[in-house]
């Protein structure tokens, strides 16, 4: 059974009186968790220096502090690389625990008012929850086309599972993170205000300096929705796996080095160098063969990742490339690959 020592707890992230009364506490064990939160805090600036993670396991008090850390901080690349890391210690968490009972996955499911039943190494849940959050994670084995179904039931392995409940947490981060008040966590590091101000300046520091070459590609030619997947990746945001695909394939039809596109994932917050470039030569022929194209903008719409906004271009046309080559032989300096 999953015990007190969890490494998060939702709701003590959310009780701004219990967190300030930890943060500013003289007692040895809550000072003892301050210091822990700011030195994983400083892990992960040294790591993003080194385009690294930092999947460290904390102490439940530790990782609410941590949160609000981050809170004050307010860098959107900095959160979004604390929860990816920290998705990943939540994996290692729940295959820990599931190694004596997989009921103890369970046990976490019905603590986070997650619907879920298991029958021996079978995991079922609705239907639902598994399109709400299969969409960041990579492979064929998580497209619904391959799932049994039966009843609004799928029945997953706890493999999947797992890597589905890991998704499901960073969204509950997430959604968690955006209910905390600004003001509230001024008021909670009233005495360390000069120690997260300089966290701050050493991630800003690190973060001028990381800047993307796309090589002799035209960005200002490309459509709003290579263009969002690009500035996300650059502030530190997780891209859905379609999203992924669709950047690295249109990069390719647009002339973009095997290279320049790699130095692009680094700012992925879970890139790792030997996956990144299997997936990138993968997609451009290297090792399939075949040069995959990107999907049709009907495609990235009913996936809710077309940024069309009031772009007059966008209305007219139906694929990402159709809008690149409209806007490179407008400009004069148009030749189709």
């Given amino acids: 059974?999953?015990?007190?020592?969890?490494?998060?707890?939702?709701?003590?992230?959310?009780?701004?009186?219990?967190?300030?009364?930890?943060?500013?506490?003289?007692?040895?064990e809550n000072r003892s968790s301050v210091r822990e939160a700011f030195e994983y805090l400083n892990g992960v600036v040294r790591k993003y220096a080194d385009n690294e993670g930092y999947n460290i396991t904390m102490g439940k008090n530790a990782f609410a502090i941590a949160m609000?850390?981050?809170?004050?901080?307010?860098?959107?690349?900095?959160?979004?690389?604390?929860?990816?890391?920290?998705?990943?210690?939540?994996?290692?968490?729940?295959n820990r625990i599931s190694k004596e009972d997989n009921e103890n996955i369970i046990f976490y499911c019905d603590s986070a008012g997650i619907e879920a039943t298991v029958d021996g190494n079978t995991f079922h849940i609705p239907f639902d929850f598994f399109i709400k959050n299969n969409k960041k994670i990579s492979g064929f084995k998580y497209r619904l086309v391959y799932q049994k179904l039966s009843r609004g039931t799928i029945y997953l392995s706890k493999n999947q599972f797992i890597h589905l409940l890991r998704e499901d947490f960073v969204q509950k981060l997430m959604d968690v993170y955006s209910r905390m008040g600004p003001g509230d966590s001024q008021n909670i590091f009233r005495k360390f205000i000069g120690d997260l101000e300089k966290i701050k300046?050493?991630?800003?520091?690190?973060?001028?300096?990381?800047?993307i070459s796309l090589g002799e590609v035209d960005f200002t030619?490309?459509?709003?929705?290579?263009?969002?997947?690009i500035t996300q990746m650059r502030d530190g945001e997780n891209l859905a796996h379609l999203a992924r695909f669709t950047l690295a394939?249109?990069?390719?039809?647009?002339?973009?080095?095997?290279e320049n596109m790699l130095n692009l994932f680094k700012f992925a917050p879970d890139y790792k160098e030997d996956l990144a470039t299997y997936q990138v030569n993968h997609i451009t022929g290297v090792i399939s063969g075949t040069?995959?194209?990107?999907?049709?903008?009907?495609?990235?719409?009913?996936?809710?990742?077309?940024?069309?906004?009031?772009d007059p271009l966008c209305a007219r046309i139906k694929h990402p490339m159709q809008y690149y080559e409209a806007k490179k032989k407008s400009s004069g300096n148009y030749r189709k690959k």
């Fill in 249 to 258: 394939s249109f990069l390719h039809s647009a002339g973009m080095s095997n």
């Fill in 291 to 310: 040069e995959y194209s990107p999907p049709k903008c009907s495609t990235l719409r009913s996936n809710h990742l077309c940024y069309m906004g009031d």
């Fill in 1 to 28: 059974m999953i015990t007190s020592n969890f490494f998060v707890d939702f709701k003590l992230i959310e009780n701004v009186d219990a967190i300030d009364g930890i943060v500013n506490s003289l007692v040895p």
């Fill in 201 to 211: 300046k050493d991630f800003l520091e690190i973060k001028s300096k990381n800047t």
């Fill in 68 to 94: 609000w850390m981050l809170r004050y901080i307010n860098e959107p690349g900095m959160t979004s690389r604390f929860a990816i890391t920290q998705r990943d210690v939540f994996e290692r968490e729940l």
């Fill in 221 to 229: 030619m490309f459509p709003p929705c290579i263009k969002t997947y």
